[in-house]
């Protein structure tokens, strides 16, 4: 194992990593927005955007990240629209990430005591503004710790959207191996800066999570 050969490795992968860190944090902010909402159907009085929102989890939870990318990249050409690999990127996780986090959510809500809502109408506040401000700032505290295994696991899983010409932390390794042949060295890199990315924000989240339970 050549030491010097992985230390030239790390500059250039590097950069894929830092296109691996923005499509997660993008595709998790879009995520959430789109999972709130999601989550707020599911638990509605209206039969169909309950029954559009339990769809919608069901398909995304049931089908391959894989596949939801390929859908959207060489899918939807098909019907005029085309998008770069990184707005399919960020497309197709967002959606994804979307339904695991609107059941995050809604779990989180359904874990508050149903008498703060009452007590909240009970004081002339409407649904939306006791979820605003009563329900909702109590969920979230409550649904760090899953939301930054998501957050993880979705930074893993972007290695998929190598397959659609994205050029992130896997593709840069794929296409240094294509030019040196030197699996050993190339992989093991790449594995160390994933194993060093996971970590860095396991630690970021557990931090938010201790200063959040501060207040619990």
Do not use: C, H, W
């Not at 923005?22 to 995520?31: A, H, M, P, R, Y």
């Not at 599911?42 to 995304?60: G, W």
């Not at 009563?134 to 893993?156: H, S, T």
């Amino acid at each position: 194992m050549d030491i010097r050969y992985i230390v030239s490795l790390i500059p250039i992968l590097s950069k894929g990593a830092v296109v691996t860190i923005e499509l997660t944090v993008i595709s998790v902010v879009f995520g959430t927005i789109f999972g709130l909402f999601l989550s707020l159907m599911k638990i509605s009085n209206s039969s169909v955007l309950k029954k559009f929102s339990s769809f919608y989890i069901y398909v995304i939870r049931g089908t391959p990240l894989l596949l939801q990318l390929f859908a959207i990249y060489y899918g939807l050409p098909f019907f005029g629209i085309n998008l770069s690999p990184f707005l399919s990127a960020v497309s197709g996780m967002s959606l994804n990430s979307a339904a695991y986090i609107a059941e995050i959510i809604r779990a989180g809500i359904e874990s508050i005591d149903k008498g703060q809502m009452e007590a909240a109408k009970a004081l002339g506040m409407s649904y939306y503004q006791a979820m605003r401000r009563i329900i909702l700032p109590q969920a979230f505290k409550r649904i760090i710790p899953p939301m930054g295994n998501e957050f993880i696991a979705l930074l893993k899983d972007s290695s998929l959207v190598s397959s659609i010409a994205m050029t992130d932390l896997m593709r840069a390794a794929l296409q240094m191996y294509s030019n040196s042949f030197r699996p050993v060295e190339v992989f093991l890199t790449a594995g160390i800066l994933y194993l060093v990315l996971t970590t860095v924000f396991t630690m970021l989240f557990g931090r938010v999570e201790r200063r959040m339970s501060i207040y619990e």
